[in-house]
């Protein structure tokens, strides 16, 4: 692969972490994660969503490396494996400020 093939594929890959982010709820809930890891049943009442949409989210999310999971029991808890993502999404507050 010459140079421009690899920018290519980086690039591709840094938007489809930055698409994995573009929906109020998932922001909503990367940003519920960075204080402390969460389960699934306090998501969905964050959201207020059912329990299903809110683990759509959370799988996508999940499938950018965003996320991770460990299973307590019957329920998954999730923490954010980036923190420093959230700085993208300060940024861009302060953009429309």
């Known amino acids: 692969m010459d140079m421009k093939q690899v920018l ?7 938007a489809s972490v930055i698409k994995a982010m573009a929906h ?8 519920s994660l960075k204080k402390k890891e969460t389960c699934v049943c306090e998501l969905r009442d964050l ?7 809110v683990s759509k989210h ?3 999310l999940k499938k950018a490396g965003l996320v991770a999971a460990r299973r307590e029991g019957n329920w998954l808890h999730y923490r954010l494996t980036c923190p420093c993502v959230l700085e993208f999404t300060e940024c861009i507050r302060g953009l429309i400020k």
């Open 8 to 14: 290519k594929k980086s690039y591709a890959a840094q």
């Open 24 to 31: 109020p709820t998932r922001l909503l809930i990367l940003n």
């Open 47 to 53: 959201v207020g969503d059912d329990i299903s949409t």
């Open 58 to 60: 959370l799988l996508v």
